[in-house]
C-alpha cells in the first residue's frame, strides 16, 4: 500500500509538498466526492468564500493541479471532475478503509486482526494537522478525526480481547468515560482490570490518607469509580484483590479519588 495524496498531516503528492491553497481545497473537494462532483460545486466549495461567474476559473485551476502530480489525478467526468486514483492512494481513504476492517475483524471474532488494522489507523489519525478554519481541506480532516471515538472503542476492545489487559485498561476507561452506557465496553474493562490486578499489575496512583491498607499491600485505583473508601476486604493471598461493596467519598487527601476499595499485594 503506497499512499500517494496526504491531505491529513499536511498536502503532498508521491512525497513531494503541494502549493497553493486551492489546489488543496480542490484534491480535497474531490477525495469528498469519490464518486466525482460538478463543476458547479467545486465553483461552490472551493471558492466558498467568492465563487467566480466563469468555469474557466476551476480549469485553470485544473491545469494547475495536474501540472503538480500529473495529468491522470484529476479526470474530467459527466460534467465534472473526479480523482483518478486508487482507493489505497489517498489518506483519508485508507484511515476510513482501516478502521472499517477494525470494526469488521472485531465483529467476527478476530481482535488480533482489528488490532493490526486499527493500529495503522490510529498512526493516521493522529498525525492530522490543523482543524482550524473552513473548506474542504478542512472538512478531510474533520472527516478523519470524526472517526477517532469509534476506532478508540475498537481498539480498546480488541486489547481486552485479545488477552492484553495491562494495555487495555486505561484505553477502555477513557471510552467508558465518554459513553458509561455502553456495557459491552463496561465488561471488557471488568474483565481486563481483575486479569491486570491479578497478573500484579498496579495503577498510578496514592493511598488518600484516609484509607489504611494492609501492610505490604498498596491501592490499586480503578479507572471506573470516582470515590475512595477506607473498608475493604483485605487479600489473602499476594496479588489477590478485594473490592468494598460501598465505597464512600474521601474526608482527607483528594476530593475525587480513582479508588473504589480494591488492592493488590505489592509485597509478599
Same mark, same amino acid.
Given at each position: 500500500?503506497?499512499?500517494?495524496?496526504?491531505?491529513?498531516?499536511?498536502?503532498?503528492?508521491?512525497?513531494?509538498?503541494?502549493?497553493?491553497?486551492?489546489?488543496?481545497?480542490?484534491?480535497?473537494?474531490?477525495?469528498?466526492?469519490?464518486?466525482?462532483?460538478?463543476?458547479?460545486?467545486?465553483?461552490?466549495?472551493?471558492?466558498?468564500?467568492?465563487?467566480?461567474?466563469?468555469?474557466?476559473? %476551476?480549469?485553470?485551476?485544473?491545469?494547475?493541479?495536474?501540472?503538480?502530480?500529473? $495529468?491522470?489525478?484529476?479526470?474530467?467526468?459527466?460534467?465534472?471532475?473526479?480523482?483518478?486514483?486508487?482507493?489505497?492512494?489517498?489518506?483519508?481513504?485508507?484511515?476510513?478503509?482501516?478502521?472499517?476492517?477494525?470494526?469488521?475483524?472485531?465483529?467476527?471474532?478476530?481482535?488480533?486482526?482489528?488490532?493490526?488494522?486499527?493500529?495503522?489507523?490510529?498512526? %493516521?489519525?493522529?498525525?492530522?494537522?490543523?482543524?482550524?478554519?473552513?473548506?474542504?481541506?478542512?472538512?478531510?480532516?474533520?472527516?478523519?478525526?470524526?472517526?477517532?471515538?469509534?476506532?478508540?472503542?475498537?481498539?480498546?476492545?480488541?486489547?481486552?480481547?485479545?488477552?492484553?489487559?495491562?494495555?487495555?485498561?486505561?484505553? %477502555?476507561?477513557?471510552?467508558?468515560?465518554?459513553?458509561?452506557?455502553?456495557?459491552?465496553?463496561?465488561?471488557?474493562?471488568?474483565?481486563?482490570?481483575?486479569?491486570?490486578?491479578?497478573?500484579?499489575?498496579?495503577?498510578?496512583?496514592?493511598? $488518600?490518607?484516609?484509607?489504611?491498607? $494492609?501492610?505490604?499491600?498498596?491501592?490499586?485505583?480503578?479507572?471506573?469509580?470516582?470515590?475512595?473508601?477506607?473498608?475493604?476486604? $483485605?487479600?489473602?493471598?499476594?496479588?489477590?484483590?478485594?473490592?468494598?461493596?460501598?465505597?464512600?467519598?474521601?474526608?482527607?487527601?483528594?476530593?475525587?479519588?480513582?479508588?473504589?476499595?480494591?488492592?493488590?499485594?505489592?509485597?509478599?
Amino acid at each position: 500500500m503506497t499512499i500517494e495524496l496526504r491531505l491529513l498531516d499536511g498536502v503532498s503528492y508521491a512525497g513531494e509538498p503541494l502549493a497553493g491553497a486551492r489546489s488543496a481545497d480542490l484534491l480535497a473537494a474531490l477525495v469528498l466526492h469519490r464518486s466525482g462532483v460538478s463543476d458547479a460545486r467545486l465553483l461552490d466549495e472551493v471558492w466558498a468564500d467568492h465563487p467566480p461567474t466563469s468555469s474557466k476559473v %476551476l480549469q485553470v485551476q485544473v491545469s494547475r493541479v495536474r501540472a503538480q502530480c500529473g $495529468p491522470e489525478v484529476v479526470q474530467r467526468y459527466d460534467g465534472g471532475y473526479r480523482l483518478g486514483l486508487p482507493d489505497d492512494a489517498v489518506d483519508l481513504w485508507v484511515l476510513e478503509t482501516l478502521a472499517e476492517r477494525a470494526r469488521s475483524a472485531l465483529a467476527e471474532g478476530d481482535p488480533r486482526a482489528a488490532l493490526a488494522a486499527a493500529d495503522g489507523a490510529d498512526d %493516521l489519525l493522529c498525525g492530522i494537522a490543523s482543524v482550524a478554519g473552513d473548506g474542504p481541506l478542512t472538512d478531510v480532516r474533520r472527516r478523519g478525526l470524526a472517526l477517532g471515538p469509534a476506532l478508540a472503542r475498537t481498539h480498546a476492545l480488541a486489547l481486552g480481547r485479545a488477552g492484553r489487559d495491562a494495555e487495555a485498561v486505561g484505553l %477502555l476507561a477513557r471510552v467508558h468515560e465518554r459513553d458509561p452506557d455502553d456495557a459491552e465496553v463496561l465488561v471488557t474493562l471488568l474483565r481486563s482490570e481483575a486479569s491486570a490486578v491479578g497478573a500484579g499489575v498496579h495503577w498510578p496512583g496514592t493511598t $488518600p490518607t484516609g484509607a489504611t491498607s $494492609p501492610t505490604g499491600w498498596e491501592s490499586i485505583p480503578s479507572p471506573r469509580c470516582s470515590a475512595c473508601t477506607a473498608s475493604y476486604s $483485605p487479600p489473602t493471598t499476594r496479588s489477590a484483590a478485594a473490592c468494598a461493596t460501598t465505597p464512600t467519598t474521601c474526608s482527607v487527601g483528594p476530593t475525587t479519588w480513582p479508588g473504589c476499595g480494591r488492592w493488590s499485594g505489592a509485597a509478599g
